[in-house]
């Protein structure tokens, strides 16, 4: 590849993405569709994307939550269906009363069910005022909401919209908008549909006609109707009436993309700050003193606008925050592996980046020089052309990024979705 490789953006998502699209706002009333809240938009140099730190929670990861009002009734079907996603991936969603929270919930903050995308919610906030609800870029306020739940609500429809706004709050973005879904929009009736709740034109396309896996958006190729994350739309507005199910569990494919963005085995460990109050305990293990070394990691970020120095080379910065216990001058290596995203490795041909099976991998070695070790900015940079793509035009891949001490693998932190954009030679 003698040309730039432009990412498009990194991301995590489920048939569908972590995104960084203009904020969208959630004020109106609506009631078949629940709604996403984005962050804005990154700004573009030239042809590149801007450094953007990653969305997703690490693999094993307390995530607190707190409810910012709510009767006990509602709050405890919140907890029952959030909590259904904790069998799949390796989250544990951790419901304090008071102090920091990393998700804040809301049911009056407006009339809309929302939430924002993975780890925005900790940087991000929309706050109630005179005039309607407002974004903030902080934590103040709440980060999800649910605008119509009340103690009447129906068992379905707790269980389909928390699943649904926590499936957000997991990095997993709205399914009908997939680009490989194979939705005839009949246009002028879902834009009439839409006005009719208020929604302006822009808003409904923003939400429902624009598909994800081009321009700033990315895709693992894969389209799954069955998704919780995917809308139920009246046949009218499909082109030959044909009908969306309204989907109310887990698909396999649901179940699939969680356990690969946070893997249960052979994960990163992640201590968080102290919680106060859990309203609802959970059974703990014994403590255990560990013998072995142990990662945590707090974040793990990739700059998709990387150059090197010395080869001249574009490609990309991953830049990981980490302790390690109890591995005090014991050599470790951080690897990353390539794969195509229906899992297929990346093949080396020149012997430059690659693994011992020859697949295409990137590696950095590392001896903490104590027993309890910080590592703030451990960066591994991987050039574009060894990649070795032989396509062009838009690929999705997929990495992992793992930490072995020996042959043996000791922590892991899960797949990561991305799309390039690879030139094609005229």
Same mark, same amino acid.
């Given at each position: 590849?003698?040309?730039?490789?432009?990412?498009?953006?990194?991301?995590?998502?489920?048939?569908?993405?972590?995104?960084?699209?203009?904020?969208?706002?959630?004020?109106?009333?609506?009631?078949?569709?629940?709604?996403?809240?984005?962050?804005?938009?990154?700004?573009?140099?030239?042809?590149?994307?801007?450094?953007?730190?990653?969305?997703?929670?690490?693999?094993?990861?307390?995530?607190?939550?707190?409810?910012?009002?709510?009767?006990?009734?509602?709050?405890?079907?919140?907890?029952?269906?959030?909590?259904?996603?904790?069998?799949?991936?390796?989250?544990?969603?951790?419901?304090?009363?008071?102090?920091?929270?990393?998700?804040?919930?809301?049911?009056?903050?407006?009339?809309?069910?929302?939430?924002?995308?993975?780890?925005?919610?900790?940087?991000?906030?929309?706050?109630?005022?005179?005039?309607?609800?407002?974004?903030?870029?902080?934590?103040?306020?709440?980060?999800?909401?649910?605008?119509?739940?009340?103690?009447?609500?129906?068992?379905?429809?707790?269980?389909?919209?928390?699943?649904?706004? &926590? !499936?957000?709050?997991?990095?997993?973005?709205?399914?009908?908008?997939?680009?490989?879904?194979?939705?005839?929009?009949?246009?002028?009736?879902?834009?009439?549909?839409?006005?009719?709740?208020?929604?302006?034109?822009?808003?409904?396309?923003?939400?429902?006609?624009?598909?994800? !896996?081009?321009?700033?958006?990315?895709?693992? !190729?894969?389209?799954?109707?069955?998704?919780?994350?995917?809308?139920?739309?009246?046949?009218?507005?499909?082109?030959?009436?044909?009908?969306?199910?309204?989907?109310?569990?887990?698909?396999?494919?649901?179940?699939?993309?969680?356990?690969?963005?946070?893997?249960?085995?052979?994960?990163?460990?992640?201590?968080?700050?102290?919680?106060?109050?859990?309203?609802?305990?959970?059974?703990?293990?014994?403590?255990?003193?560990?013998?072995?070394?142990?990662?945590?990691?707090?974040?793990?970020?990739?700059?998709?606008? !990387?150059?090197?120095?010395?080869?001249?080379?574009?490609?990309?910065?991953?830049?990981?925050? &980490?302790?390690?216990?109890?591995?005090?001058?014991?050599?470790?290596?951080?690897?990353?592996? &390539?794969?195509?995203?229906?899992?297929?490795?990346?093949?080396?041909?020149?012997?430059? &980046?690659?693994?011992?099976?020859?697949?295409?991998?990137?590696?950095?070695?590392?001896?903490?020089?104590?027993?309890?070790?910080?590592?703030?900015?451990?960066?591994?940079?991987?050039?574009?052309?060894?990649?070795?793509?032989?396509?062009?035009?838009?690929?999705?891949?997929?990495?992992?990024?793992?930490?072995?001490?020996?042959?043996?693998?000791?922590?892991?932190?899960?797949?990561?979705?991305?799309?390039?954009?690879?030139?094609?030679?005229?």
């Amino acid at each position: 590849m003698k040309e730039l490789i432009r990412p498009i953006l990194a991301c995590i998502l489920l048939c569908l993405a972590f995104v960084t699209a203009t904020f969208s706002q959630t004020t109106d009333v609506y009631s078949c569709v629940t709604d996403l809240v984005n962050a804005e938009n990154p700004q573009k140099t030239g042809s590149r994307a801007v450094h953007q730190p990653s969305k997703k929670w690490i693999p094993g990861q307390k995530i607190r939550v707190k409810f910012l009002e709510g009767s006990d009734y509602v709050k405890s079907k919140v907890m029952e269906y959030a909590e259904v996603w904790e069998e799949y991936a390796n989250i544990d969603f951790v419901f304090v009363e008071s102090g920091a929270a990393e998700i804040r919930i809301s049911f009056t903050t407006d009339k809309g069910s929302w939430s924002f995308l993975g780890k925005d919610s900790t940087v991000q906030s929309m706050i109630k005022t005179p005039n309607g609800s407002q974004f903030v870029k902080n934590d103040t306020g709440a980060s999800m909401n649910f605008g119509w739940f009340n103690n009447k609500t129906t068992e379905e429809e707790f269980k389909r919209t928390t699943l649904h706004e &926590f !499936g957000h709050a997991l990095g997993l973005r709205h399914e009908h908008q997939n680009k490989n879904q194979n939705i005839q929009w009949n246009e002028d009736a879902v834009y009439a549909y839409f006005g009719k709740q208020g929604w302006s034109k822009e808003k409904t396309y923003e939400q429902v006609l624009k598909r994800y !896996g081009n321009e700033n958006d990315v895709t693992n !190729g894969v389209y799954d109707p069955l998704s919780i994350m995917h809308y139920w739309y009246p046949p009218e507005l499909i082109k030959g009436g044909v009908k969306i199910r309204q989907n109310t569990e887990l698909s396999e494919g649901d179940k699939k993309i969680v356990g690969e963005l946070y893997p249960f085995e052979e994960t990163a460990t992640v201590i968080p700050p102290p919680v106060s109050n859990p309203t609802t305990p959970k059974p703990t293990s014994p403590p255990v003193v560990p013998t072995t070394p142990v990662f945590t990691f707090s974040d793990v970020s990739v700059d998709f606008d !990387g150059h090197e120095e010395k080869s001249d080379q574009d490609g990309m910065i991953f830049t990981s925050v &980490f302790n390690v216990k109890n591995g005090l001058k014991q050599e470790f290596t951080m690897a990353i592996y &390539f794969y195509e995203a229906d899992g297929t490795p990346l093949k080396d041909s020149n012997k430059k &980046f690659y693994s011992t099976n020859g697949n295409v991998a990137v590696f950095k070695k590392f001896t903490p020089a104590y027993a309890d070790a910080v590592f703030k900015q451990f960066q591994i940079f991987m050039p574009y052309d060894e990649l070795e793509l032989e396509e062009c035009g838009e690929i999705n891949l997929k990495y992992t990024i793992g930490i072995w001490s020996g042959p043996k693998r000791v922590a892991s932190t899960g797949y990561t979705y991305f799309t390039l954009d690879v030139p094609c030679d005229e």
